[in-house]
């Protein structure tokens, strides 16, 4: 029996051996992103496989995961809270736990902004404006800032005053930073006007149909009715902007200008517009239109549009067609015409009944025109605005 003794001790040391893992400890990988949420990797740091047969990490967060195939695991913490992690290694059915407090932090982030005010609402250079810091600092009472204006202006100081002496487009960028390495930024854009644009009006009547050609091209037409001059067409300009023209009178020449206000976006799509001037008692006028010369003469006298008897059609405005409401102008003899705001002939045809006419948006663009109906023993008009 002494022999035996020692032998059974021999068996029940190699026994113990055998079932612990020699694994101790695990190592990690931390990148805090902004201190918004935090990427973690674990790492079992085993030669060989044969180390373990299986892991059980448990994040802290009440999310827990096995793994009998590899000896790395990720995890995504965004909730803020200060995190353990623990790890069961499991060998021969025993198991040894590996603990790490408090080892991964996730911070309440800031929330930066701010707001601003201006000494002009027109928003014309040279503008003042005083920048106001609202930014929440999260947990950290020690937060540092930086103002940054595009054009290379820096300021330091919590609120920032800045006057734009120049028209143009400005980005503001406000940059928060703590005690912790969290950096987040806010930025808005400022759009100073020229001071040219005082008497700024809308110039545009339609909405941005990116995948539509402008019907009819892109040619600007002039033209009167009655002592009011009509410039209506077509423009291509940056989708993203407020859009608006000014007007400005010399002597027998008109000067239209317009103006783009806002950020720029990278769509190019046509937009319909329609210029209003009343009151042109000259029976000519030279206009400027964004640098281009128009001669505008008030050819429609020659229609005798005033005393023509009424042409009664519907709906007004109208987009695709146009039915007319005369009973009298229904027999399929009589002709029409579509005229432009010069006189000149952009569509014509036979009225069919029920008097419905389609209007050829290949030749006609949206603006005002004129409809010319002639019947035997008379010639009658009406204006329609094409949508």
């Not at 009440?62 to 195939?69: E, F, N, P, R, T």
């Not at 023209?245 to 200008?257: G, L, S, V």
């Not at 007004?316 to 006189?343: C, H, K, M, W």
Request: with cysteine; hydrophobic share 35%.
């Amino acid at each position: 029996m002494k022999k035996l003794i020692p032998f059974i001790t021999i068996l029940f040391i190699c026994e113990y051996a055998k079932a612990q893992s020699p694994i101790n400890d695990f190592t990690y990988v931390l990148t805090y992103r902004n201190c918004d949420y935090v990427d973690a990797d674990f790492y079992i740091d085993s030669g060989s496989q044969l180390d373990w047969d299986s892991l059980c990490w448990h994040y802290g967060d009440g999310v827990i995961k096995k793994s009998s195939s590899t000896n790395s695991a990720h995890h995504h913490y965004s909730h803020p809270w200060i995190y353990s992690v623990s790890v069961d290694i499991w060998k021969d059915g025993v198991v040894k736990t590996v603990v790490k407090d408090s080892l991964v932090t996730v911070y309440t982030p800031m929330e930066v902004t701010f707001s601003y005010t201006v000494n002009d609402t027109l928003m014309m250079a040279p503008l003042t404006v005083l920048f106001t810091n609202e930014t929440i600092p999260g947990e950290c009472d020690s937060v540092s800032y930086v103002w940054e204006i595009f054009n290379g202006q820096v300021s330091a100081e919590k609120n920032m005053e800045y006057t734009f002496s120049e028209p143009g487009l400005y980005y503001v960028t406000l940059t928060a930073s703590d005690t912790f390495g969290c950096e987040k930024s806010y930025s808005e854009s400022i759009f100073v006007k020229d001071t040219a644009q005082r008497g700024e009006f809308p110039y545009i009547t339609s909405s941005c149909p990116e995948s539509e050609a402008p019907p009819g091209g892109t040619e600007t037409i002039l033209g009167f009715i009655d002592d009011t001059l009509y410039v209506y067409g077509v423009t291509c300009k940056n989708c993203c902007t407020e859009k608006t023209a000014t007007i400005r009178y010399f002597n027998d020449t008109i000067y239209i200008k317009t103006w783009d206000s806002g950020e720029f976006c990278t769509c190019s799509c046509p937009f319909y517009f329609q210029i209003k001037i009343p009151g042109i008692t000259r029976d000519s006028v030279y206009v400027y239109f964004d640098n281009d010369l128009y001669l505008a003469k008030k050819k429609l006298m020659a229609l005798g549009l005033p005393d023509a008897p009424e042409l009664k059609i519907y709906p007004n405005p109208a987009r695709n067609y146009f039915v007319i409401a005369n009973q009298e102008t229904r027999a399929t003899s009589n002709n029409f015409e579509i005229l432009d705001l010069t006189g000149k002939i952009l569509q014509q045809g036979h009225v069919k009944n029920p008097g419905r006419i389609p209007i050829d948006k290949n030749k006609i663009m949206p603006g005002l025109v004129i409809i010319r109906l002639k019947l035997k023993d008379k010639i009658i008009h009406a204006k329609l605005l094409v949508q």
